[in-house]
């Protein structure tokens, strides 16, 4: 079975940044796609970035150049690196293995001055 771990979040000021993690076991994680979802209170989970087995990134239009994901298959960890956080982006990050129906329980992000 899928377990997802994820860490990283907190409280940080408009224009700070912050660094989230998401440890997978249970999936052969090197041939697995991954992704960041987010969610705010009252809305969807929205998508944030993929990237595919082989590192090939993508971001949601309203992260793009600011976010980056990267993994470490060694570590079977995939990251999100959040830069000039604004607080629009105040919500609950989730990470996925794409393809699985498994949600870890989230880590909380709030961008408040």
């Known amino acids: 079975q899928v377990q997802l771990v994820e860490s990283g979040g907190g409280l940080v000021q408009p224009g700070g940044s912050l660094r989230l993690s998401c440890a997978a076991s249970?999936?052969?994680?090197?041939?697995?796609?991954m992704a960041w979802f987010r969610q705010a209170p009252g809305k969807q989970r929205d998508l944030v970035a993929t990237?595919?087995?082989?590192?090939?990134?993508n971001y949601a239009d309203s992260v793009k150049g600011r976010f980056t994901i990267s993994r470490d298959n060694a570590k079977n960890t995939v990251y999100l690196q959040m830069n000039s956080l604004k607080p629009e982006d105040t919500a609950v990050y989730y990470c996925?293995?794409?393809?699985?129906?498994?949600w870890g329980q989230g880590t909380q992000v709030t961008v408040s001055s």
């Open positions: 996925k293995v794409l393809g699985t129906p498994n």
């Open positions: 249970g999936v052969v994680f090197s041939i697995s796609a």
């Open positions: 990237i595919s087995s082989r590192g090939s990134p």
